[in-house]
């Protein structure tokens, strides 16, 4: 069993919708989690960075993590054509790079 | 400001070829990485230094070696492709290994025939 568990889709909806992309984990001490949007033929950037469980947002991102669950979530509000990528999600369980583990991402476009 | 620049974008070798995917990056960044990403298989770790003249293996070393002498590069060497090792690689960067917020660059996509 990996250990985190990403849904690869692809994932298609219309213009404006709420997208929501969700990856679950199965190890209890991972603290940090991230969001990284990658377009195509390009390297992955950080997009959401979060601490802990609860909620952050930043324009029309909102990262969510259910720590009880080991649930985390990215919402995309007003979605953008702009938006069509592939999300990964990563997380560790101290802020260490060395050992951050990524889900397989998310493919997501946005229709016009 | 050029960020992580990886060469070559592309390359295909044959089979027990030896090759150098360059990186270097211009952030002044401690930190430095490989990865290798494989369809449903996400990003998965080769090798990492945390400074120069500093590197440690990750999660997939075989069949790789780095060094790091200056603070700038971080080349990666396939000693002798294979077959298994068709991928696309990014070398990622951090200011320091104790945050998680990786810089990539655009990707060297290797086929070994």
């Known amino acids: 069993q990996k250990e985190v568990e990403q849904d690869p889709g692809p994932l298609s909806v219309p213009e404006g919708a709420i997208v929501s992309l969700n990856c679950t984990y199965s190890n209890s001490a991972f603290q940090y989690f991230m969001w990284y949007r990658q377009y195509s033929r390009k390297g992955p950037e950080l997009l959401m960075y979060?601490?802990?469980?609860g909620n952050k947002e930043d324009g029309r991102f909102t990262a969510q993590v259910d720590k009880s669950s080991k649930y985390i979530s990215l919402f995309i509000r007003d979605s953008q054509p702009s938006d069509s990528a592939t999300y990964l999600c990563?997380?560790?369980?101290?802020?260490?790079?060395?050992?951050?583990?990524f889900g397989s991402g998310t493919r997501l476009s946005i229709r016009p | 400001n050029a960020g992580v620049t990886q060469t070559p974008k592309f390359q295909v070798l044959k089979t027990g070829q030896s090759m150098t995917l360059q990186c270097a990056q211009d952030m002044n960044h401690e930190y430095m990485s490989w990865y290798r990403q494989d369809p449903g298989m996400g990003l998965r770790l080769i090798h990492y230094s945390v400074g120069a003249g500093i590197t440690d293996q990750g999660e997939v070393p075989n069949g790789y070696n780095v060094s790091r002498s200056t603070t700038e590069d971080f080349p990666l060497r396939l000693l002798s492709a294979a077959p298994s090792q068709t991928s696309v690689y990014f070398c990622?960067?951090?200011?320091?290994?104790?945050?998680?917020?990786?810089?990539f660059g655009e990707g060297s996509r290797l086929t070994v025939l």
């Open positions: 979060t601490y802990s469980s």
């Open positions: 990563a997380m560790i369980r101290y802020s260490s790079a060395s050992k951050i583990i």
């Open positions: 990622a960067s951090s200011l320091a290994e104790s945050t998680g917020e990786l810089f």
